[in-house]
């Protein structure tokens, strides 16, 4: 199972908003709805932050979304704050034998 | 406090085993699918195997399988990753992590990771 692909790197002002990408196929992404994204600060343990392709587990900003549309997956971060410069994965079901894959990752810098 | 943490990491060499726990606490561990999750120094996240609240239904990474073998106990709140044949490139922190009650392959709770290096 491939992992799934993301932009190495994003980057936005603070208030502005940025958008990560996370790329698979028929067989992960576009053929389940299952696509979280986790949020990892450095040394950290990874944080759930969406769930579903778009739902927001409990105590996630609303600044946080998903959504996603054929084989791509998104997620957007609205209202910039330093504390969002993070690395974002992305990852998804993909069926019973290889049950999940995760994308890449995405380096997010505040500017 | 819901929780999770990791032990039994450390340093070994090649075609070693080493035997990862995770404890768990603050939930009812027993009505969870719990899995193991790796990230290889920078590097990005790998999921590596997962295994159903009962232990009915169990998933490897083709990168691991015949190797790693997991296994849970619910009466101790314990989850567990025997690691056979190791090799360089099992170099990673190994996460264990919650299946989230609302939704199927999104965890929800990780514990701290432990650091597994494989070297001579």
């Known amino acids: 199972q491939s992992a799934l692909t993301q932009p190495p790197s994003a980057s936005g002002s603070p208030g502005q908003s940025v958008t990560i990408s996370c790329t698979g196929t028929?067989?992960?992404?576009?053929?389940?709805?299952?696509v979280s994204w986790y949020q990892q600060h450095p040394g950290k343990a990874p944080k759930l932050m969406i769930y579903e392709v778009s739902k927001r587990p409990s105590g996630v900003p609303d600044r946080f979304s998903g959504s996603k549309s054929g084989n791509t997956a998104s997620l957007t971060v609205s209202g910039l704050q330093a504390e969002d410069e993070a690395d974002y994965y992305c990852?998804?079901?993909?069926?019973?034998?290889?049950?999940?894959?995760f994308g890449t990752g995405t380096k997010v810098t505040v500017l | 406090e819901v929780q999770l943490v990791e032990s039994g990491g450390g340093l070994v060499k090649p075609g070693g085993s080493l035997r990862l726990s995770c404890a768990a606490s603050?939930?009812?561990?027993?009505?969870?699918?719990m899995n193991w999750v790796r990230q290889a120094p920078g590097k990005g996240l790998e999921w590596v195997s997962s295994i159903s609240s009962s232990s009915s239904y169990i998933y490897y990474a083709d990168s691991v399988k015949g190797r790693f073998t997991i296994s849970r106990d619910n009466a101790k709140n314990s989850l567990y990753l025997q690691m056979n044949s190791l090799r360089a490139e099992d170099t990673a922190v190994y996460y264990c992590a919650r299946e989230g009650p609302e939704s199927p392959s999104a965890f929800d709770i990780w514990g701290q990771g432990t650091m597994v290096t494989v070297s001579s």
């Open positions: 990852s998804s079901y993909a069926g019973s034998n290889n049950p999940l894959v």
């Open positions: 603050g939930f009812t561990f027993s009505s969870y699918s």
């Open positions: 028929s067989s992960d992404v576009g053929g389940y709805n299952y």
